[in-house]
Nanobody, 122 residues
Framework: QVQLVESGGGLVQPGGSLRLSCVVSGSIFTMYHMGWYRQAPGKQRELVALITRDGMTNYVDSVKGRFTISRDNAKNTVYLQMNSLKPEDTAVYYC????????????????WGQGTQVTVSS
């Protein structure tokens, strides 16, 4: 079973940057595709970015050109670099892992970590 610990959230002004981290333990990290998700108050959780075990990436349109997902297999960690943050990026951000890319794409997980709060406000 995979354990996930997200960190790096906080309060930032519009236009600012944050880097989120997600440390994975409990299994072989290199076998997993990874996804970053977010859930804003009153909204459904959405997939923000994914990175395959081979390093291919994909993003939701609203963050393209501003967010970058990456992974460090030596550290069992996936990152989300967030630049040019907007108030609408405010949400709790979660990561998750699966060996099946379709599961990452659908966000169809039975359990989630505690997430990390990102608040973009002046």
């Amino acid at each position: 079973q995979v354990q996930l610990v997200e960190s790096g959230g906080g309060l930032v002004q519009p236009g600012g940057s944050l880097r989120l981290s997600c440390v994975v333990s409990g299994s072989i990290f290199t076998m997993y595709h990874m996804g970053w998700y977010r859930q804003a108050p009153g909204k459904q959780r959405e997939l923000v970015a994914l990175i395959t075990r081979d390093g291919m990436t994909n993003y939701v349109d609203s963050v393209k050109g501003r967010f970058t997902i990456s992974r460090d297999n030596a550290k069992n960690t996936v990152y989300l670099q967030m630049n040019s943050l907007k108030p609408e990026d405010t949400a709790v951000y979660y990561c998750n892992a699966d060996r099946r890319l379709v599961v990452i794409s659908r966000g169809d997980f039975g359990s989630w970590g505690q997430g990390t709060q990102v608040t973009v406000s002046s």
